[in-house]
DNA sequence: CAGTATCCATGAGGATACTG
DNA sequence: CAGTATCCTCATGGATACTG
């Protein structure tokens, strides 16, 4: 939870679950790792490129982390990290 | 604190505290009632145009009162709701 | 002092199609 | 399946000037 350099707490806490998916994102992982799809199909009206570029800002502040299985066709699991 | 109608409760926290200097005019607010101009100063880069905005919407949204003493000048307190 | 009026900039978010 | 590439829209926020 790198969230140092921020002068204020609040711009702090906004900047990790500000984004329009990112506190959903959050709130479904905590019952266990989702694939991708999973998330794009519960989240009903975000788009492929919002979902991943949401996903990985949340991977890049280490609130999440993904896994990916090399098989055909692709797997991808997020989970939150401890 | 009226935030029914929503069917995600992220959502609802979100439209609460999402605007860029919401809940740093709540923060404030804890301490105390304020005057539009403390306010102003003490979020240094917000314009009067923003802050106005904001603490109307707040205000609508039954997270803060207004109360305005007619005087001249003018003067305009802001404070939590209970 | 506490706003409003005007006008402007930006980027976050979205739709759609395509690919390894 | 899990994204990326492109292009687009619009709300949010901002600068400045003005006023009761």
Redesign the pocket.
Same mark, same amino acid.
């Given at each position: 939870m790198k969230v140092y350099d921020y002068e204020c707490p609040i711009d702090a806490t906004l900047n990790v679950i500000?984004?329009?998916?990112k506190a959903s994102c959050v709130y479904y992982l905590i019952n266990g790792p989702k694939?991708?799809?999973?998330l794009?199909e519960v989240l009903e009206? #975000?788009?492929?490129?919002?979902l991943? +570029?949401?996903?990985?800002e949340l991977e890049a502040q280490d609130i999440i982390k993904?896994e #990916?299985f090399p098989e055909s066709?692709? +797997?991808?699991?997020?989970s939150l990290t401890e």
């Open positions: 500000g984004g329009k998916w694939r991708y799809s999973e794009f009206t #975000v788009s492929s490129r919002i991943s +570029k949401q996903l990985k993904q #990916v066709p692709p +797997k991808v699991v997020y």
